[in-house]
């Protein structure tokens, strides 16, 4: 249904989006950016949609550089939360200072 592809520029960026009749959607973009070596990085940015066999819409947005691939969807699991009392020691312990002991 649809395939739009426009890049790669000279100064290295693009975008492309391809959606099929299945329901299935992707775009992406992507450009060089300065990175926090001052040297250029490729920087990626986008999107993936489609329907899982259980009917749930999956969404899924995305980043990559230089701190790597950084997915974010509601159908990912995430960690349970810190329990406060391990919390309230985390903090304790982030107060005192670096050990000079390394044996």
Known sequence: ???????PHEDGSYKWA???EGGIYHEQRGSLQPSS???PALVVEGQYQY???DGQVINLLYR???NGFQPQGAHLPTPPPIP???QRAL???ATLP???DYQ
Do not use: N
């Open 91 to 93: 903090d304790y312990l």
């Open 98 to 100: 670096p050990s000079k």
């Open 37 to 39: 070596s001052g040297e």
């Open 18 to 20: 391809i959606q099929t």
């Open 64 to 66: 990559a550089d230089e």
């Open 51 to 53: 329907v899982a066999p």
């Open 1 to 7: 249904m649809r395939d739009d592809f426009d890049g």
């Open 84 to 86: 406060p009392a391990i």
